[in-house]
């Protein structure tokens, strides 16, 4: 069964839309990530103009993150306090993401740039996960191997900026503008890549900020709503690349399959699972990068500018 | 269906024609407006006539279909520090959107070369305005890339002896990819002999969206705020829905 998308102005198997957002969705629920990473270079792949791919990615996952964080909102795992403040950086930073979306759209350097983003941050998460997965599996497996409990965070440098504020929830008393920073660079990334930044957020939270892991997901969770429904809006007023049709598809599917997944991860290792999600990312990220240095069938590529109306 | 429809406006139309002999050429698609509804995956147009001539087995027929005018930049990628990035880009303007042409001949229209330009037969004849301050060697290169890249995505066809001939009836068909802009497109009948244009006729085709995914698209572009705060709600709906219907299983 085919639907036209009257934005993205193709005919795409409806069975299909809805496998890639199940798919998805099993993921994002085994591995607790939002799998925008996936979505969108896979929905580009099907033959989703790259605009689309990601105005719609964004407007995907403000639905997927809605559904994820009340979970964690009964729990009273999210830091409100932290999130406003990384929510703020979130704002600006997306809301420039997308003018700098549209400068580039308009060099004919967006595609580069954002495969170029995902090259680099999948290639460095990646390969961190990869790394850490590989050192806990071999090191549960050498008996008596003691894991040394440090502080609760290290103090650097960061500790020494102005405006410091009180986060009871998260246990810090930090400098404002380091959570700010962090919201602002994911806000950025977040309208290039269509992503919710979560892969990158939740790592920033912990290592940059030094925020209990309990509090991380949700309060990333939480602030990914707002930036990607910031994103959403500017995508929608400034290229009109939003596919409602294709975002309520992919959420259908996505949230079937995060249910399941849910299911499925809470049976498995969870080491081998970091170290499989560690591969997937990274597999994606060399793809990409063969993409940008292989010759390309034809180097000559067209895009209209203007539609007839 | 459509070929019986197809044999009786045909008939119909080579009696009318036989009865007046004032026309030589008499064409019509089958229908004037291409709907784009949520379920459209393309479409294929029946373009069908009749000829009347003393010795019609020497004549030929070309159709050409032209999609609206459209806007586009080519862009060539250049190895940059080992990456293959855009470099080099010309703009141009008045590129028809959807071109097909077909004819009657499979050995090619015996129109001298200056007349299948001005008719733009084939797709090397397409006109369309490239930039002018730049070289015309290097406009020809881009203009290339244009067609073929136009062609790949099967928005340009040209194809010989597409169209199908009996006696003074003739049909061809022209397929609609579901990615075509929408817009007036043009028809365009030709009828050669003797190594000229006796007759020619002008149809309108419209290609436009229908329905509710009409409606989607113009919120879109004439209520853009509005339209992106709607998908948001749309989305937290989705998601408020999908969490409240599982927490109760």
């Known amino acids: 069964m085919y639907i036209y998308l009257s934005i993205a102005e193709m005919a795409a198997n409806v069975f299909l839309i809805l496998g890639l957002g199940a798919g998805i969705g099993v993921m994002s629920g085994i591995f607790g990530v939002g799998g925008g990473f996936l979505m969108t270079p896979l929905l580009i792949f099907l033959g989703v103009p790259s ?50 979306f549209k400068y580039l759209q308009s060099l004919g350097q967006i595609d580069f740039v954002i495969k170029v983003c995902y090259v680099v941050f999948l290639g460095i998460i990646g390969g961190l996960m990869m790394v850490e997965s590989l050192r806990t599996i071999f090191r549960s497996r050498v008996k008596g191997a003691r894991v040394s409990r440090g502080k609760l965070h290290q103090h650097n440098w960061l500790h020494g900026l102005p405006f410091k504020m009180r986060f009871r929830k998260s246990k810090l008393y930090i400098s404002a503008i ?56 500017f995508q929608a ?47 994606v990220s060399i793809k990409l990068l063969f993409d940008l240095v292989i010759e390309p069938a034809d180097v000559y590529s067209i895009r209209v500018l203007s539609k007839p109306f | 269906m459509r070929a019986i429809l197809f044999l009786l406006i045909t008939a119909s139309l080579a009696l009318a024609g ?17 709907a784009i509804t949520t379920d459209f995956t393309g ?94 060697d290097s406009v020809e290169v881009f203009k290339e890339a244009l067609l073929r890249n136009k062609i790949a995505i099967g928005h340009y066809v040209s194809d010989r002896g597409l169209i199908e001939r009996r006696g ?63 998908a948001v709600l749309i989305a937290v709906a989705a998601g408020l829905g999908a969490n409240y219907m599982f927490r109760k299983v």
């Open chain 1, 51 to 100: 605009a689309v791919a990601v105005a719609t990615g964004a407007n995907q996952i403000v639905g997927s993150s809605v559904s994820g964080v009340m979970a964690h909102w009964r729990r009273g795992n999210i830091d409100f306090k932290m999130g406003f403040v990384l929510l703020v950086g979130g704002f600006f930073g997306s809301t420039g993401g997308v003018f700098l």
């Open chain 1, 178 to 233: 380091l959570p700010l920073g962090v919201g602002a660079a994911v806000g950025v990334l977040s309208a290039i890549m269509g992503v919710g930044g979560g892969f990158i957020m939740v790592p920033a939270m912990i290592y940059l900020l030094g925020m209990p892991t309990i509090v991380v997901i949700g309060t990333s969770l939480f602030q990914i709503i707002f930036v990607t429904a910031n994103a959403t809006i």
């Open chain 1, 237 to 283: 007023t400034l290229t009109q690349t939003v596919d409602v049709e294709l975002a309520l598809l992919l959420l259908l599917g996505g949230v079937i399959g995060a249910q399941l997944g849910t299911k499925i991860g809470a049976k498995l290792n969870g080491e081998q699972l970091r170290g499989l999600l560690a591969a997937m990312v990274l597999a």
């Open chain 2, 18 to 34: 036989g009865a007046a002999r004032a026309v030589p050429l008499i064409a019509d698609i089958d229908r004037h407006l291409v």
């Open chain 2, 43 to 136: 479409s294929e147009l029946l373009i069908f006539g009749s000829i009347d001539l003393e010795d019609e087995d020497d004549a030929e027929i070309v159709v050409v279909v032209f999609g609206p005018n459209e806007e586009v930049v080519v862009r060539r990628k250049d190895r940059v520090a080992g990456m293959w990035i855009n470099q080099a880009a010309m703009t141009f303007s008045r590129v028809p959107a959807f071109y097909h042409a077909a004819t009657s001949n499979p050995e090619g229209v015996t129109l001298p070369a200056t007349a299948r330009a001005r008719h733009q037969i084939g797709t090397d004849n397409i006109r369309m305005r490239g930039p002018e301050d730049a070289p015309e």
């Open chain 2, 168 to 230: 003074k009836l003739f049909r061809t068909s022209v397929a609609i990819p579901s990615n075509v802009p929408v817009g007036t497109y043009t028809v365009e009948t030709l009828l050669i002999a003797n190594r000229q244009i006796i007759g020619a006729q002008t149809t309108p085709l419209f290609v436009s969206k229908v329905g509710v995914g009409a409606q989607i698209y113009r919120f879109a572009h004439v209520e853009p705020l509005i339209f992106g705060i709607v």
